[in-house]
């Protein structure tokens, strides 16, 4: 089985408003450690990281809306 088939099956059994909250928390964790000692590569980690995440979920949610209206 390949790493992005198992990482779709992992991730179609988590509901989609469970992965919001973890990358909401994610975010909110590294944002904390970036602002306790604020440097230029931790801000440029944060922006990095919550760019990411939250294009991931949202081609997700995209991938699940063009499946429900497929069908």
Do not use: H
Request: hydrophobic content about 55%; proline content about 1%; aromatic content about 10%.
């Amino acid at each position: 089985m390949d790493a992005i088939q198992i990482v779709r099956l992992a991730l179609s059994v988590i509901s989609e408003r469970l992965l919001t909250v973890i990358a909401l928390l994610l975010v909110f964790a590294i944002g904390c450690w970036s602002m306790y000692e604020p440097q230029w590569e931790r801000l440029v980690s944060l922006t990095v990281f919550s760019i990411f995440t939250f294009l991931v979920l949202r081609r997700d949610r995209s991938m699940k809306n063009e499946k429900v209206s497929g069908e």
